[in-house]
């Protein structure tokens, strides 16, 4: 999927990667698209493991499970309640959907990633509407239901 996403032009021009080499594009790429992906694969598996959870419980052990790990997070339980507290407080939250919730989620958890596991400054760490792009072009290939 990522090679595909390479290839795509717009695509490429929208993630701010059209002045890289494809090569260079391409290691860029393959490890955000995993990302993405592996992610989205947990969190189907939690969703279809506790139909009886909320979703915000759901996304949150989506979270959890992915920060165990990470050099900078030193208590991921209380790291993802924290960021999911945060976020329900907000006024966008209710009115989101399912898939804009796991978006937000899956943001601040590959930023994190981005900084621990492969050690990349968090001023270097890519704009999480640049994470929106990549979901939403994984999803167009992808049909999304955590359901």
């Known amino acids: 999927m990522a090679k595909q996403f390479c290839q795509d032009q717009a695509f490429v021009k929208s993630v701010g990667l059209a002045a890289l080499p494809a ?14 992906l592996s992610l989205y694969g947990s969190a189907q598996s939690c969703f279809k493991a506790y139909p009886q959870l909320p979703e915000e419980d759901k996304l ?8 165990h790990g990470l050099p900078q997070i030193n208590d991921p339980t209380d790291y993802a309640a924290f960021f999911m507290a945060e976020l329900q407080t907000t006024c966008e939250w ?6 804009e919730k ?3 989620v899956c943001a601040r958890t590959f930023a994190e990633e981005e900084c621990g596991a492969r ?3 968090a001023d270097m760490v890519l704009e999480s509407s640049v ?4 979901l939403d072009a994984v ?4 049909h999304f239901d955590l359901k």
């Open 94 to 99: 209710a009115s989101m959907s399912t898939r």
């Open 60 to 67: 949150f052990l989506v979270m959890e499970r992915r920060l």
């Open 119 to 121: 050690g990349i400054p």
């Open 139 to 142: 999803f167009r290939q992808r």
């Open 23 to 36: 090569s260079q594009r391409a290691s860029q790429l393959y490890p955000r698209v995993g990302f993405v």
């Open 102 to 104: 796991f978006n937000v």
């Open 131 to 134: 994470i929106d792009q990549i």
